[in-house]
């Protein structure tokens, strides 16, 4: 039997602590926890196993990416690539991508309200618009909540870059395992100088002893969203699985496909995550807030993002895994048609792209368009962009095709919160 003890919240996170630093617990202490949340095994009616999230933080500008103008006032110096798919023409130095048209669904016809760089990508990020009082799970967390397997020995959501984004009201364990530096060693993921694995045991069988008292002031489901969290820590630090992070073991012949850099790695990082079984992958590439020197700062972007993703592409499909992974590229919004004096464009939320590609995409098309200057409305104001698509649709349609529980009321503050918008449209034509 074991003895009473009196545990205040900093004996708690203490104890937490010294089970590893792996664990992190202050992100336990979120408002949001996920709350009467079905525990029942449900199956999905979805082949799409495993989603790859390639973001563009800055807002890519689709003048010199993807919905060109050659030879307009507003477009840029660049040729553009005619492919087999018509309207598919992205810009010349996407010349290992243009390959893989046949693969791919480009979206000219993004558009949203949203132009400052937070709000926008929190809205491309989650389907919602900030809310003060409420917080929104990114896509990679609704996919790990959705489709992962919360006993498997890797995180259900890895983020490669970048900042991280809490899961809000789906739990503090659906929220990204973030690396910093893809390919390098990752801090305290082995244990602590001087701790074994016996140690470790009994430092575990301490906090559990303490989650006891605990529990009784701070609520039962807290502390089970903590203790998933833990078990889920001790478990990645003891895996043999750890070594899917690392690309010590890839052949020379795939790392040279997928090229150098950091963005190369992080997808070659990702294709090896799942492979392995993890639902969602975040690679960021960041950069693209091109206010000025645009032409020559994506012209460079361009080269760090073209041989990876085109790799992606054809090594999933070699491995017989494109059909079950879902790829999308997108940022938090577009450029301004207008170009500024010194070669940049700004913000502008009322018309981007977004490619599809892989599980579930009817390929080989382009949905929407733009007016012959790259603009979304005339000079009376009037909507002139061809089919166009909301973040919320695009997040309806993700859903839709992924088969998650969209009528399903979750519980966030005492409110009801559902993972897509129920005013939302799904796009069937992305994948009918």
């Given at each position: ?16 602590a010294?089970?590893g630093g ?18 029942t095994?449900?199956v999905r009616?979805?082949?799409i ?6 973001f ?44 893989c ?24 990020r ?7 009082t409420?917080?929104h799970?990114s ?10 397997d ?11 870059r970048?900042?991280p984004f809490?899961?809000?009201?789906l ?6 395992f973030v ?42 489901e807290?502390?089970?969203a ?8 001790r478990a ?5 699985l750890r ?51 645009g032409f ?9 993002l ?23 590229w ?9 170009l500024?004096?010194t ?5 502008w ?31 009376k104001?009037?909507?002139?962009l ?21 009528t ?7 409110r ?12 069937e034509?992305i994948y009918?």
């Amino acid at each position: 039997m074991s003895t009473p003890i009196s545990v205040t919240r900093r004996d708690f996170l203490r104890a937490s602590a010294a089970a590893g630093g792996v664990i992190a617990t202050s992100s336990f202490f979120a408002n949001n926890i996920i709350r009467g949340e079905d525990k029942t095994t449900r199956v999905r009616n979805s082949k799409i196993k495993s989603v790859i999230l390639l973001f563009m933080e800055g807002g890519p500008s689709q003048m010199e990416t993807f919905d060109l103008k050659p030879g307009k006032e507003t477009g840029a110096p660049y040729k553009q690539i005619e492919t087999e798919v018509p309207g598919f023409a992205p810009a010349e130095h996407f010349e290992n991508l243009a390959k893989c048209a046949k693969d791919l669904l480009l979206i000219k016809s993004m558009s949203s309200r949203e132009g400052n760089h937070s709000r926008a990508s929190y809205l491309l990020r989650t389907g919602y618009i900030p809310n003060p009082t409420l917080k929104h799970p990114s896509l990679g967390s609704i996919v790990a909540q959705q489709m992962g397997d919360p006993n498997f020995e890797l995180p259900n959501f890895v983020k490669l870059r970048g900042s991280p984004f809490p899961a809000g009201y789906l739990g503090v364990e659906n929220n990204p395992f973030v690396i910093s530096r893809p390919g390098a060693k990752i801090e305290n993921l082995d244990y602590a100088k001087g701790v074994d694995k016996d140690r470790m045991d009994r430092r575990m069988k301490l906090v559990k002893e303490m989650e006891k008292d605990f529990a009784k002031e701070h609520g039962d489901e807290a502390v089970e969203a903590h203790k998933a969290m833990y078990e889920k820590a001790r478990a990645l630090m003891d895996s043999p699985l750890r070594k899917k992070f690392y690309l010590d073991d890839e052949p020379d012949e795939i790392r040279k496909e997928y090229g150098e850099g950091t963005f190369a790695d992080s997808l070659l990082i990702a294709r090896r995550l799942v492979e392995t079984g993890v639902p969602a992958v975040e690679c960021v590439l960041g950069g693209w807030d091109t206010h000025d020197d645009g032409f020559n700062r994506v012209k460079g972007l361009i080269g760090q993002l073209d041989k990876p993703w085109a790799a992606l592409i054809n090594d999933l499909k070699r491995r017989g895994l494109y059909d079950s992974t879902l790829v999308i590229w997108m940022g938090e919004f577009g450029r301004t048609p207008k170009l500024t004096g010194t070669d940049g464009r700004g913000h502008w939320p009322g018309n981007f792209c977004t490619v599809l590609g892989g599980g579930g995409v009817k390929a080989g098309q382009v949905i929407g368009e733009t007016d012959e200057l790259g603009y979304n409305k005339d000079s009376k104001g009037k909507s002139t962009l061809v089919d166009p698509v909301s973040p919320a649709d695009l997040y309806k349609t993700l859903g839709t095709m992924m088969d998650w529980e969209m009528t399903k009321e979750f519980e966030a503050g005492n409110r009801p919160v559902w993972l897509t918008d129920k005013n939302a449209n799904a796009v069937e034509k992305i994948y009918k």
